[in-house]
């Protein structure tokens, strides 16, 4: 596998991205640091992370000391739930850009299809919601927003995340541009079969958030590095758990971004290009219990949300 995977816009995006979610301001700098000077080219960003002032603190140390060139890397960020609708895009964008400090993103996404009310986050409440239009019409508004972002040259390429392929097959009737990426959880416990097969109609590219499991994420009740078969798996070519869930990630097609704070393993999560799992570590792996780890359920509630149920935001698709 390449280094790079070719969007359907012709960008070429680096296979392998730092996560930053869950990246304490105070550590997240560091591990940019560690990162790019590790030879990481592509970062994973977002408004709703709320560390995106540190990280532009980081680049901008890189590029002062001449580490690496703004145009050599892929800065990806996202659009926060409340800033959907034809005109809040543009100012969320705005803020992202002014804290990391940069002129445009690589790549900008919508973070989640659930609208809110300005100014929230979690934890939720019913008030909270924007329920003043359905999801659809959100979508549209946001969409249509964001295609002219992308006309701006503010950000290079635009796309979802947390989309299902029904609401991807909804933003089929207007979209002029089609997302160039839809990131979604995956990982060897959870494939998104069906998912990434209605996305490969479209040429968008899936982008794995949590690709290790999200081990210590509020929830999340399996450490899918401490399954034997990672292990066993690891040992035939003296590869972590870790590097074995990166690298099948990368021979599914997917990029990867593995969040990592730790500068050993921010390394160690790189170096899955110079090795490949078989056929049959492959088809081992594909047996391999499905579970989705983040159900979203933050997002569920009966009285306020478009969400009664976690099947509901995912629309069913597992
Ligand atoms: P830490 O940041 O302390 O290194 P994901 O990317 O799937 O969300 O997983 C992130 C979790 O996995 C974090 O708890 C992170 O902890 C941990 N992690 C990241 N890289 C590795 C690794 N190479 N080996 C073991 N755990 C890792």
Redesign the pocket.
Known sequence: ASSHITLNNGRQMPVVGL?T?Q?APGVVGAAVDAAVRGGYRHIDCAYAYFNEKEVGDALQKLFKEGVVKREDLWITSKLWNDHHGPEEPFKCLETTLTNLQLEYLDLYLIHWPVPLNKGYTWPLQPHMFDTTRSIKEDTKETWQAMEKIAESGKARSIGVSNFSAKKLEDMMEYAKVVPAVNQVEC?PMWRQDKLRAYMKTHNIHLSA?????????SGVKINL?DHPLLTKIGEKYGR?P?QVSLRWGVQMGNSV??????AE?VK??LQVSDFSLSDEDMSELEKLEQTRFLQGTFWVNDSGSFYKKAEDLWDGEG
């Open positions: 996560g979610w990246a990982h958030y949590s690709p290790l499991g999200t081990w210590g994420t590095l972590t870790a971004l593995p969040k990592s704070t730790k393993r160690e999560n």
